[in-house]
Every structure is written in C-alpha cells, then in structure tokens.
Nanobody, 121 residues
Framework: QVQLVESGGGLVQAGGSLRLSCAAS????????MGWYCQAPGKQRELVAA???????DYGDSVKGRFAISRDNAKNTMYLQMNSLKPEDTAVYYC???????????????WGRGTQVTVSS
C-alpha cells in the first residue's frame, strides 16, 4: 500500500509565497512521474505542474514563472514552491505520483487527499 501526504497549505495574502510538500510512503520501487493538480470550487481539477524522473517539467499556463516543482528522490518527496500568489490560485491542491511498486510490474497512480491553499486579496 502506498500513501501520499500533502502538507504546507494555508492562508496567505496576495503576493505571498507557500511551499507545498508531498511525501510518498509504502512499498515503492520507483517513481516515474510526480505532479501537482488544483481544483477550485465548481471547476475541474487541472494540472499545475509535473516532473518526470528524467528531469523534464511541465507547468500550467497560469503558473508559469511563479511556481516551481522539485523532487527529492531519496525521500520520495516532491515540492511546489508557489510565489507571487494570486486570489485565483485559491484551490485544493492535490499531488499525484505514477510509480512501480514492489512485487508488481504494473504501473500505478496514487493521489493525495489534498491541501487547501487560500489567497486573500
């Protein structure tokens, strides 16, 4: 069983910064893809940022130049540095990881439960 736990959300004023973390635990063999998604009330969940084990990254258009995704492979943890936050960034932020687990050749995707980010104007 694999679990993903997010942390670092909270309330911040516009222009401020937050750093989210997502730590994976369990019978992990290798993590190929890590990503952050957000879902605002009444909207669909959308990609914020993603990174692969090869080092490539991808960002949603609305966060380019403001957010940065990074990973610590030794700790099975990824981070999202969020700068210059705007009220429209307010959402629940979820982490997702695609990985291979011990005892299986199948590729699995796991989601965290989410952490609330609220940006006040």
């Amino acid at each position: 069983q694999v679990q993903l736990v997010e942390s670092g959300g909270g309330l911040v004023q516009a222009g401020g910064s937050l750093r989210l973390s997502c730590a994976a635990s369990g019978s992990i063999r290798s993590i190929n893809v890590m990503g952050w998604y957000c879902q605002a009330p009444g909207k669909q969940r959308e990609l914020v940022a993603a990174t692969t084990s090869a080092g490539s990254t991808d960002y949603g258009d609305s966060v380019k130049g403001r957010f940065a995704i990074s990973r610590d492979n030794a700790k099975n943890t990824m981070y999202l540095q969020m700068n210059s936050l705007k009220p429209e960034d307010t959402a629940v932020y979820y982490c997702k990881m695609g990985m291979y687990v011990s005892g299986s050749d199948a590729f699995y995707e796991f989601w965290g439960r989410g952490t609330q980010v609220t940006v006040s104007s």
